[in-house]
């Protein structure tokens, strides 16, 4: 019988028992710290050299061995004779063993153990990858049972065991409950850590529970205790499957617990920001003076900011919306609220092409308002630094827009109260806290992080969990709609001609490249090449135009500026025009090698089309003809709600990989799987809230113990430790 798969776990109970109010009273117990700092080595069989490669695996101490919990179950397979092993088939077999050597491998980091093994049907060669302490264990005439598949190679052994393994020890190979599939981790293979395993088990047989017994009430919870036993070793026909959720919603709760920390800010309460409570005479003009109205969610975003803006602690908000939605009117409002207080702003975005962009429009919003406004890059030339320098000390302009410069040291404002970060995820937390570092002495600036990746719930609950969200998803009135197609490298002729119609229409296009140059590694468009080639082939009589990250700066704003005046018909450019661009005319938008972008790129790429009376398209092209890349192209084709479009994003890149860096992916838990126990997470962020709520904070002692558990388990940025 092949091996069985994982039982599915029940589904999680909700609903309040009664006297749920009574239990919020109830003490929290707490297990004895100590004897889960043990090191591995007071466990039996577990030496120097093995307690060295446990480390190197992650596991130090009797409590990580705990935690190290199983991520696969399934049936044992029947007993074969070596006779009737079938290749590629799970198998178990008895066997004794004939001969044993350790093969030479020329390959660095590989050690390989071979035994010729066989019972009354036949031999069989097993073979051992990367674990060549078994070699002492295979004895000639020791009688094993080994579990493993039958390639050509011989018998890939996953797990062994002797035959006449004693009682009282871990489960066998053998049984007819779902078994746990330890994985190997560096040297140490499935026996050991089954074996190991079974030792911590019994330790943490007495061991209280770290979560209050309000949440073990209100969502039918089991033991902390049973449940990392029977995580490791099954023993009903159920399965794991309550157990394995048990401990995700812990692991889940606890990480929560440290981002309300963050909320609350360990050392955040002797924080202090100006209240801008001055009257919002520059603020409401200006509003007044647009020639739009604000969306009923921009109104909403405005409230919220506002109400953090006079508090006289610092604001730490995400305003995440849709492609178009109108974000940065928000953010200079909340900026225009630090000017009419007297204060400084500053605007921080990661390249020079978003930062003129943004001083251009923003220019054009204040204009009439008499508010100065500034410019600091990496390429502004020695007179200009000096002399903004100069100038922000003294308090003026009242707004700067930088890149990363504004970072550096010599940067010194005189009264910076309100921070925006723009495309937050680009910048690391050190990065954004230096910002922050620039306001006064004994002041902490209000800091508002921008992102037009619309972030999914799961996603924006771990990794920004430490700051207020707002979301934008209702686009301003009047916009079109932009169609999105699937095309292939065959349609070439048939796309160009339609951008060759939109450009005699009076209309502009955006063609998108992967690559600045052509590569000898990689094949896909290159822009430069492609801009050439344009020029004189596809659309030759067209002015085309080209922008890309390597150029300098005033070469950079020479083509964009052409652009945006309607002097260039076509915009060949890389990622580098993927947020901030505003060009209304622009109705097409041509993305080469399509699949070697991200999901939430092709949204916000397609968000620089359909910004005027005419709406758009965006053309996907493709060479790819792997299932992957057509789900993903498929996706953005279908949908046009980059809200949902991420949460699909997640879905199919998984955990840790949502916004193509590694810094703000999903944290890579031990137990819990992201997006799959999202519903865990909710669950285990409205209990927390609910009994912070009750408590006024986290000033409960009863938060205590569990804050202590939260801060063993995960650093201060949430990440967890140890990997």
Not at 117 to 145: C, M, T, Y
Not at 353 to 379: C, D, F, N, P, Y
Not at 630 to 639: D, I, K, P, T, Y
Request: charged share 25%; with cysteine.
């Amino acid at each position: 019988m092949a091996a069985g798969r994982p039982v599915a776990p029940p589904p999680f109970a909700g609903g309040e028992p009664p006297g749920f109010a009574d239990l919020l009273k109830a003490p929290v117990r707490w297990p004895t710290h100590g004897l889960f700092e043990r090191p591995l080595s007071d466990l039996r069989g577990i030496g120097p050299r093995l307690e060295q490669a446990a480390g190197e695996a992650g596991v130090s101490t009797v409590l990580d061995l705990l935690w190290r919990v199983p991520g696969a179950y399934g049936e044992s397979p029947d007993r074969s004779p070596v006779s009737e092993l079938v290749v590629g088939e799970r198998s178990s077999v008895a066997v004794s063993v004939i001969s044993a050597r350790r093969v030479r491998v020329r390959r660095r980091g590989l050690s390989v153990v071979e035994a010729v093994v066989g019972d009354d049907s036949g031999q069989v060669k097993a073979v051992w990858f990367n674990r060549h302490w078994v070699l002492e264990q295979l004895q000639p005439g020791r009688d094993l049972i080994l579990e493993g598949r039958l390639e050509k190679k011989g018998f890939i052994v996953a797990e062994h065991q002797a035959a006449d393994s004693s009682s009282g020890g871990p489960p066998g190979l053998e049984g007819e409950m779902p078994r746990a599939r330890h994985s190997s981790g560096g040297e140490i293979g499935p026996a050991r850590w089954r074996r190991w395993s079974w030792q911590a088990c019994e330790l943490a047989g007495d061991m209280a529970d770290p979560l209050p017994s309000v949440l073990l009430h209100r969502r039918s919870l089991p033991g902390a205790a049973a449940s990392i036993r029977e995580a490791h070793f099954p023993s009903s026909e159920g399965g794991p499957g309550a157990a394995r959720r048990r401990l995700a919603y812990q692991e889940l709760f606890l990480h929560q617990v440290v981002l309300a920390g963050l909320r609350e800010g360990d050392n955040a309460r002797d924080l202090q920001a100006v209240p801008l409570v001055a009257a919002p005479t520059v603020s409401d003009s200006w509003l007044a003076g647009l020639p739009f109205m604000l969306t009923g969610e921009q109104e909403q975003a405005r409230a919220a900011i506002n109400a953090d803006l006079v508090r006289p602690h610092p604001m730490r908000r995400l305003l995440m919306g849709e492609v178009g939605s109108g974000k940065t009117v928000v953010a200079l409002w909340a900026m225009l609220r630090a000017v009419e207080s007297g204060r400084q702003a500053a605007l921080m975005a990661p390249t020079e092409v978003l930062v003129e962009q943004h001083a251009s429009t923003i220019a054009r919003l204040l204009r009439g308002t008499g508010v100065k406004l500034g410019v600091l890059t990496g390429s502004s030339t020695v007179v200009q630094r000096r002399q903004i320098l100069a100038s922000i000390r003294k308090g003026e302009p009242s707004i700067l827009i930088g890149t990363q410069a504004l970072l550096e040291d010599p940067v010194r404002f005189g009264s910076l109260s309100v921070c925006v970060v723009d495309e937050e995820h680009r910048f690391g937390v050190r990065q954004r806290a230096r910002l922050d570092s620039k306001a006064p002495e004994g002041e902490s600036a209000h800091l508002l992080h921008l992102s037009a990746t619309p972030i999914p719930r799961t996603l924006s609950l771990t990794s920004y969990g430490d700051l207020d969200v707002t979301s934008i998803r209702e686009l301003p009135s009047g916009r079109k709609p932009v169609t999105t197609e699937v095309v292939g490298e065959g349609d070439r002729d048939r796309i160009f001609e339609r951008v060759r119609r939109e450009v005699a229409s009076g209309r502009q296009a955006f063609v998108i490249c992967p690559l600045v140059e052509e590569s000898d590694s990689i094949k896909a468009r290159a822009a430069e090449a492609e801009a050439e080639r344009l020029r004189e082939e596809d659309l030759a009589g067209c002015e085309v135009g080209l922008v890309h990250g390597r150029m300098a700066a005033d070469r950079k704003e020479i083509a964009m500026k052409a652009f945006e005046e309607g002097r260039t018909d076509v915009l060949v450019a890389t990622t580098v025009v993927e947020v901030g661009i505003d060009v209304p005319n622009a109705t097409v938008i041509v993305i080469e090698g399509a699949e070697r972008f991200g999901l939430s790129q092709l949204h916000q790429l397609r968000g620089r089309v359909g910004r005027g009376q005419h709406g758009g398209c965006c053309l996907l092209m493709t060479s790819s003809g792997s299932p992957v890349a057509r789900r993903r192209l498929a996706a953005v084709a279908a949908e046009t709600d980059g809200f949902r479009l991420a949460e699909i994003d997640l879905e199919i890149r998984g955990e840790g990989e949502a916004t193509g860096t590694r810094q703000h992916g999903l944290p890579r838990f031990r137990v819990a799987r992201l997006p799959r126990d999202a519903e865990l997470l909710e669950a285990a962020r409205e209990d927390l809230d609910r009994l912070v709520a009750e408590h006024n904070g986290l000033g409960w002692p009863g938060f205590g113990p569990m804050s202590e558990l939260a801060r063993d388990r995960f650093d201060r940025t949430g990440a967890i430790r140890g990997g």
